[in-house]
């Protein structure tokens, strides 16, 4: 079993649809880090989570640390949101261990 | 823009061979962090430098090494290349040293071993 799962692997959405991606991990974590991949290959960093829920536009990450599980929910889905979501735990700075990245399709 | 610059954005070389990737943190930034995207391995950690001094390591080889130097830029040093080295290489840098921040990534530099 990986230290950091991600589903679905794939998603595809209809433009304005409600997405969620989820994060699970079982590794011991400091913070929760949520980040896109364009398709150019460059990373965003979008959220970084250590308890509770944070927000920014129409992205929404949450995270429960008891069941070690975080979920990153994008509201009024657009095109420009297509990208690869990926979960990153983080210990402290002294490792990351990366899930594997949700690959996200938003069709008009 | 990040404001994180990496060189040089593409690189090709040829096994047994040894590159130097370089990495400009953030005005500000203390902490570089570099890491590994592979097609197969997804990405991986490599190593943590704040203020010149290595902090963490992760998965990084034998073969690779990497420093930081006092105006804070960073280097990553890849020798005896093999064709699993192809990869793109990312650095991110941070205020702090001790995780738990948002990072902010290079553009990358993409490294193919013929």
């Known amino acids: 079993k990986n230290e950091v799962e991600q589903s679905p692997q794939n998603l595809t959405a209809q433009e304005g649809e409600f997405i969620t991606i989820n994060c699970s991990y079982s590794?011991?974590?400091?913070?929760l880090h949520w980040l896109q991949q364009h398709p150019g290959g460059g990373i965003v960093s979008l959220f970084m989570l250590s308890s509770g829920k944070k927000k920014h536009g129409r992205l929404i990450a949450t995270i429960n640390i008891q069941e070690k599980h975080s979920s990153l929910h994008i509201t009024a889905s657009h095109p420009r949101d297509s990208a690869v979501y990926i979960c990153a735990a983080d210990n402290y700075g002294q490792n990351f261990v990366f899930g594997p990245g949700t690959r996200l399709s938003v069709l008009p | 823009d990040s404001g994180v610059t990496q060189t040089p954005k593409h690189l090709i070389t040829a096994t047994g061979q040894r590159v130097t990737l370089r990495c400009s943190p953030r005005?500000?930034?203390?902490?570089v962090y570099w890491y590994q995207q592979s097609l197969d391995q997804g990405l991986q950690f490599l190593i943590h430098y704040y203020n010149g001094e290595e902090r963490a390591k992760g998965n990084i080889l034998e073969r690779f090494s990497a420093q930081q130097f006092p105006d804070l830029h960073s280097e990553l040093n890849l020798s005896s290349l093999e064709l699993g080295d192809s990869a793109l290489y990312f650095c991110a840098s941070s205020e702090g040293s001790r995780g738990s921040e948002t990072q902010y990534f290079g553009p990358g530099t993409r490294l193919l071993v013929l």
């Open positions: 005005s500000g930034d203390l902490s």
């Open positions: 590794v011991g974590i400091s913070a």
